[in-house]
């Protein structure tokens, strides 16, 4: 079937508008005009020939009722005329907003490039969150085995998210790394949808409600970075795993932490709920529904 350009056609309506009120206003300034030239005194009507006198009555006629219609024709004229100029230009101004949205995100794509992060990479990234998660312990571990556990953790709870992401959109890239201006910036998973929209993801753990808000403000800044350089067709996400203790606790002030963290969507769950979730829940706790 054959679709008309609607950028085109609203430019073409605004032109015109332009036009018909431009024509309007010539029109009826030709009109006073020629009222001006058919001014006739008695005397020197009577000295012309039937034939010319004659001429110059029936203009004169024409030229009345032309200037009886003529008020009426430039009233609706440039209300047609001005009509048609905003109809046009309102919706080329939609469009051409639309417009200068995909030439920025094309600009900022331009400047950026990214990677998939390789295992060495993704290891590294793992161990430098289980050293932050550490720090924050209550106990302040330091044990080989209690930072092995840390990572084992994270590790889990990254493979349990990459599962349910997986069973939810059509592609799925985990470790997705963003190279440019004005800083590099690392994300857990960039799942790509059926409809072609991008949900970048972030998860973060933490052992209490200290650490939780640093883990989230972490997560937004990361996530914002993405949407900023990709935010047409975008969804940012931040996962926040808690002790399931922890979680409890904080519940009731989830509200105002996912507003502070808009445009993201703020997910905040405890550890083993979020463990034994299931793709279709965890697909509802974010507002995705697949197609």
Do not use: C
Request: aromatic share 8%.
């Amino acid at each position: 079937m054959l679709s008309t350009d609607q950028s085109h056609l609203r430019k073409y309506l605004a032109t015109l508008g332009v036009a018909v009120v431009a024509g309007v206003v010539s029109i009826s300034a030709l009109v006073f005009r020629l009222n001006d030239v058919l001014l006739v005194k008695e005397s020197d009507l009577a000295q012309l020939t039937p034939g010319a006198r004659e001429t110059i009555v029936r203009r004169q006629h024409f030229a009345e009722v032309a200037t009886t219609a003529l008020p009426w024709f430039l009233v609706l004229g440039v209300v047609a005329g001005l009509i048609l100029t905003g109809f046009g230009f309102y919706g080329w101004s939609k469009r051409q907003r639309v417009a200068d949205r995909l030439e920025n995100v094309a600009l900022g794509e331009a400047e950026h490039r990214f990677e998939q992060m390789t295992k060495p990479e993704r290891d590294r990234r793992l161990k430098d969150e289980a050293k932050r998660v550490e720090r924050e312990a209550p106990s302040h571990p330091d044990t080989a085995s209690q930072r092995r556990e840390a990572i084992e953790r994270l590790a889990t709870l990254e493979a349990s998210l990459g599962d349910k992401l997986r069973a939810l959109f059509g592609e799925v890239r985990s470790g997705v790394r963003m190279v440019g201006p004005p800083r590099t910036v690392e994300v857990d998973y960039l799942a790509v949808a059926d409809d072609g929209t991008n949900h970048v993801f972030e998860l973060k753990y933490a052992a209490n409600r200290a650490g939780m808000l640093k883990r989230i403000q972490e997560g937004r800044a990361q996530v914002r970075e993405f949407l900023s350089v990709i935010g047409f067709g975008v969804r940012g996400y931040v996962v926040a795993v808690l002790p399931d203790g922890v979680a409890d606790m904080v519940r009731p002030s989830w509200p105002n932490l996912a507003a502070s963290i808009a445009p993201a969507t703020l997910v905040i769950v405890g550890e083993a709920e979020f463990v034994q979730m299931s793709a279709e829940e965890f697909g509802r706790r974010i507002g995705f529904v697949p197609s």
